[in-house]
């Protein structure tokens, strides 16, 4: 069954180089796309991207912004710098930032609302560790994530990705990801996209789009692939 169109993003994570990027762009936009795509490379792949982006239907998103506006902090990129090489979303609160960056719910936040003062729409990350699963504590993880993440405005996505399953090849299954995002979406109301983020493939994208509530998908490694993805994009 063909889905109804959904938003597909790509998080390249730390991949990839500007002759890459500029084949997989000519190569999905050469394709009939069905669905949104959203593709997040390398911060300094980001304004190659923008000039070689000629749909409507791809956009252009960052993986991280800084929470200030400017100053000294020597390495960053804020949501200003990140909208002028061309983005319209950006990545906030992924686990990886978590785990290896110590960023918190209340830094999650404060780079949500930076993002949105600057234009771009924040992709906020959520999802429980394999611990919190095992002790059937996700839904109330997910519950304090949600509530000490969101910004004010309602201009942002959501993306679960219960870190258990990133890059790991078990994906949630289909059971749990109905569930969390049934109760997300009671949490945060109709209109908020929701996508599902962790090992999804060309052999699980369908029925993971064809769940309840689910507005799309955050993939990763399948997104480095330039003809499997170029599949998902078309529904094939
Ligand atoms: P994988 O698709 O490689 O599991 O990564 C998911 C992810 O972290 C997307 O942000």
């Given at each position: 069954?063909?889905?109804?169109?959904?938003?597909?993003?790509?998080?390249?994570?730390?991949?990839?180089?500007?002759?890459?990027?500029?084949?997989?762009?000519?190569?999905?936009q050469?394709?009939?796309?069905i669905?949104?795509?959203?593709?997040?490379?390398?911060?300094?792949?980001?304004?190659?991207?923008?000039?070689n982006?000629?749909?409507?239907?791809?956009?252009?998103?960052?993986?991280?912004?800084?929470?200030?506006?400017?100053?000294?902090?020597?390495?960053?990129?804020?949501?200003?710098?990140?909208?002028?090489?061309?983005?319209?979303?950006?990545i906030i609160?992924?686990?990886?930032?978590?785990?290896?960056?110590?960023?918190?719910?209340d830094l999650?936040?404060?780079?949500?609302?930076?993002?949105?003062?600057?234009?771009?729409?924040?992709?906020?990350?959520?999802?429980e560790?394999?611990?919190?699963?095992?002790?059937?504590?996700?839904?109330?993880?997910?519950?304090?994530?949600?509530?000490?993440?969101?910004?004010?405005?309602?201009?942002?996505?959501?993306?679960?990705?219960?870190?258990w399953?990133?890059?790991?090849?078990?994906?949630?299954?289909?059971?749990?990801?109905?569930?969390?995002?049934?109760?997300?979406r009671?949490?945060?109301?109709?209109?908020?996209?929701?996508?599902?983020?962790?090992?999804?493939?060309?052999?699980?994208?369908?029925e993971?789009?064809?769940?309840?509530?689910?507005?799309?998908?955050?993939?990763?490694?399948?997104?480095?692939?330039?003809?499997?993805?170029?599949?998902?994009?078309?529904?094939?």
């Open positions: 069954m063909m889905t109804s169109p959904k938003i597909i993003a790509g998080n390249w994570k730390m991949n990839g180089t500007a002759a890459f990027l500029k084949e997989c762009l000519s190569y999905w050469g394709l009939d796309l669905h949104d795509l959203v593709i997040c490379p390398p911060f300094t792949l980001l304004t190659e991207a923008n000039k982006i000629h749909l409507s239907k791809v956009s252009l998103g960052a993986q991280d912004c800084h929470q200030k506006p400017l100053g000294a902090f020597t390495g960053n990129i804020s949501a200003d710098q990140v909208k002028e090489t061309g983005c319209s979303h950006v609160g992924h686990s990886e930032r978590r785990q290896y960056h110590g960023e918190n719910n999650v936040k404060v780079k949500a609302e930076t993002a949105i003062l600057s234009g771009l729409k924040p992709i906020i990350c959520v999802g560790n394999l611990a919190e699963r095992e002790q059937g504590s996700a839904l109330e993880v997910l519950k304090n994530q949600i509530e000490e993440c969101l910004p004010k405005s309602p201009e942002f996505l959501i993306a679960y990705e219960p870190v399953a990133i890059g790991t090849g078990k994906a949630a299954s289909l059971k749990d990801i109905e569930e969390v995002h049934s109760f997300l009671r949490l945060i109301g109709p209109y908020i996209p929701l996508l599902y983020g962790g090992s999804v493939t060309l052999e699980n994208y369908k993971i789009l064809l769940t309840n509530n689910v507005d799309g998908v955050l993939v990763g490694g399948a997104s480095l692939k330039k003809e499997d993805f170029g599949r998902m994009l078309c529904d094939q």
